[in-house]
């Protein structure tokens, strides 16, 4: 169904007609060793999937994209797709890459709204799997090895599954919905899914050790860390923002101005959950330059085109509250220095003095925090994130982890987690297959 | 500025582009848009004995997207009576006297009902008659059309009833369902016929309907063969064309032909031309895009001719025909070898695929280093587009080996990116019916085929 265009957050682009399918499938030049299937960091063989659509095979064309990525449905609408699979089609550079994430979504809708179950699912192998955290690693880790025939438990604090792809993702790029939708379709797998079981409350490691022939953290991050600011307890946290904004909209506050700390897709986000969701004017507050955000180029140009102010080399110094309300924040201007361990160039004050900038919202997205838990369970950690060898086992044996909350390079992202955990399943498999007479 | 007129067995036309005898010419209503439009002639939907049609008369053929590649039907012949259209095509020849008008004509096979329908045809004041012998379904079961025309006896004689009382130019309408359509083509002129027109329709299924199992279309619940035309057709059209037009006989008459099949650009319409064609029949491309077709037939033919120096058609018409060879005549020792411009190539490497998979094996997939890898060659821990876009191989021919085969050429999808380039072979010119004469040994025996490629440098891998 298409979103209602009354609805201010809905699915940005509507599903391809089957016609728009079929014409853009054909356009496919079904490139040999094909460089969108290489860019995929699950390796699906785009190709294969898109003609799979223009002969009119849809399930095939799903089953295809299931061998490589179970969420397909979610990467189909969150990965970024210019700096993936579309970014490395040889269309690209003289015309139009072919839109792979909407004929993705296209092939994953056919099979989703018919109810076709076409992942075969290996006989049991008796043994039992614990994950821990029902993100997408954990939901990739979970069906890969469910399908090899484990008999698989999911651990879920929260009391939905999907991780960041129901809670976190703006509904904009993912309804809940269709997270959900993943989720199910990994339970009809086989899979067990148990939410409000946290791992270090109600639920320890050594306990699941015990119990399974393997686990795996797929834990995520944590909260938006703190700013060591003044006013800082009236900074609402960007995650909680999203959050809110797909779970209770309705009682969602947006503010009139609203001041969105942070220079990353998160950030990006949340300008725009406050400007489509009712805010006159909204700004983004940056302390570096443009050149060094986080943020992907695309999702940089569709902010711009959402009417968001940008304000760069700019570092709030505080909140300024009166009787009570946020009336807006104080800042410093910036420059750049010389450059940091990423590369970017760090910020560092200019001259001048504060200058204020008025909100009576401020939002802060400035990344999150690392996996406290790792240190608490007794995890070897690297920079903070849980220390993982090239398998994916932690320094625990039969412990494995991946997703966000191992990822100390390069970025986090959605369909990373996902290969994260079909590598770590296949680890798994191997290592118990290994094992099985032992 | 190029002049487009034709003169065609005596009919004169200001372009060489007529209407094809089909639904496009079924009335005078649609003709007189027609040549409103620009056409240079029509050719009137055939009429002859009453007919009853049925519906889902046509089925088309899609490739990749592209409707109506190709076209069939079950249509029959005019379906409105005689005396409306005598008496429509009448009016249309009095309304446009610089057009030619042309009706096609079918009837039982007796010589007073052919008698009669010309002398019909010839009152109404129309500049031409062209005799339906192609019609492959349904008036072929009564013995008319393709049923005709498959038998040159047959066809020669009806032409001869026909040539006996007609005033007015008698064109001879060929069928492609026989296995060499130059014998009907000599029958036609033996029995005197003034012109030649080729190719109807081709006998074809257009496909099954895989959740029934009917034919599609189904026409309530049967189908069958239909005369296919359109795009795909072309190539046929043009090979059987060219040999028409190369037949001493039908050279030596000499008649001229009107060439038509799968004509959808000015492109084609130009081959036609080159292959000795003196007028164009058109059909498929109408019922796909109207009449209105006609503006860029002529523009583009005519600025092609001003681009080429040639003021009339007669310049360049049947310049191809010299170049039609059977392959005994071909030059073995002509040597071309595939050439990819790597600043034009976007690397898909279906040229490497096709040719490692279907020919020669002599592309290579070269890496950054300069080095040949192999396909699906890099880590499976790499993602993004930067890698996957700096790490991709370049395809580039061993020219030492390449056969010269022209696979990866047609299967690149970039324009002017795989050159077929002349290579010197360093052998003598030779043909094979010359080396035949010559060394007959070598075209009999492998052990002297093997010692006369040794012997002359040919290395097959």
Known sequence: ?438 | MADLNIEFAGIKSPNPFWLASAPPTNSSAQIHRAFEAGWGGAVWKTIGPPVLNVSNRYGAWEYGGQKMAGINNVELISDRPLETNLREIREVKRAWPDRAVIVSAMVESKPDAWRTIVHQIEDTGADGIELNYGCPHGMSERGMGSAVGQVPEYCEQITRWVMDGAKIPVIVKLTPNITNIVYPARAAVRAGASALSLINTINSITGIDLDTFETEPSIGGRGGHGGYAGPAVKPVALNMVAAVCNDEEVRKAPVPVSGMGGISTWKDAVEFLLLGAGSLQICTAVMHYGYRIIEDLCDGLANWMDSKNFRTIADFRGRTLSRIADFKDFNLSFRAAARIDEARCIKCNLCYAACNDAAHQCIDLIDSSGKAVQPYAWDAASNGRAEAVANRPQPRVREGDCVGCRLCYNVCPVEKCIEMAEVPSGRDAVTWDQLAKARPEVTEDWEAMQQYRKAVGIKVH
Do not use: W
């Not at chain 1, 240190?375 to 086992?393: C, H, P, Q, S």
């Open chain 1, 1 to 438: 169904m298409e979103p209602l265009k009354t609805e201010p957050l809905g699915e940005q682009f509507p599903p391809l007609t089957a016609q728009e399918a079929l014409i853009e499938a054909n356009r496919c030049l079904f490139c040999y060793d094909a460089p969108c299937t290489q860019a995929c960091p699950t390796h699906i063989d785009v190709p294969r999937f898109i003609k799979k659509i223009a002969t009119g095979n849809l399930r095939g064309s799903a089953s295809t994209i299931f061998e490589a990525n179970l969420l397909g449905a979610t990467c189909a609408r969150v990965c970024p797709v210019q700096e993936l699979c579309e970014g490395a089609c040889v269309l690209g550079a003289e015309h139009k890459p072919i839109m792979i994430g909407r004929l993705q979504r296209y092939a994953m809708d056919y099979v989703y709204s018919q109810g076709l179950n076409t992942i075969r699912i290996a006989p049991a192998t008796g043994r039992k799997i614990a994950i821990a955290g029902c993100g997408p690693a954990g939901l990739s880790c979970a069906g890969e090895l469910a399908r090899r025939g484990y008999q698989v438990t999911v651990f879920e604090q929260r009391e939905l599954g999907g991780g960041l792809s129901t809670y976190g993702i703006i509904s904009l790029r993912e309804p809940v919905q269709a997270s959900l939708e993943e989720v199910k379709m990994i339970e009809r797998l086989g899979v067990r899914i148990e939410t409000r079981r946290e791992l270090g409350a109600d639920l320890s490691l050594d306990d699941l050790r015990a119990r399974f022939d393997a686990v795996f953290l797929g834990l995520g991050l944590g909260a938006v860390p703190a700013m060591g600011i003044a006013g800082e307890d009236h900074i609402i946290d960007g995650l909680a923002y999203i959050e809110q904004s797909k779970m209770n909209q309705s009682a969602m506050k947006v503010g009139r101005r609203v001041a969105v700390i942070g220079g990353g897709n998160t950030a990006i986000d949340c300008a725009t959950v406050a400007r489509r969701l009712g805010a006159e004017h909204v700004v983004m507050i940056y302390r570096r330059s443009a050149r060094e955000m986080s943020a992907y180029p695309h999702e940089y140009e569709f902010i711009k085109k959402e009417g968001v102010e940008m304000r760069f080399l700019t570092q709030p110094t505080g909140v300024i509250v009166e009787g009570g309300k946020v009336v807006g924040l104080r800042a410093i201007r910036m420059e750049l220095g010389p450059p940091d361990a990423s590369g970017r160039r760090v910020a560092q004050p200019s001259k001048g003095g504060e200058f204020t900038i008025p909100a009576d919202q401020v939002v802060k997205a400035i990344g999150q925090e690392k996996p406290a838990l790792a240190e608490r369970l007794g995890l070897a950690t690297d920079r903070g994130y849980i220390k993982v060898a090239r398998n994916f086992e932690t320094s625990m044996p039969g412990v494995f982890a991946g997703g966000d909350c191992i990822r100390v390079k390069s970025a986090a992202s959605t369909v990373m987690a996902v290969q994260d955990g079909k590598l770590a399943a296949a680890s798994i498999h191997k290592k118990l297959s290994e094992t099985r007479n032992g």
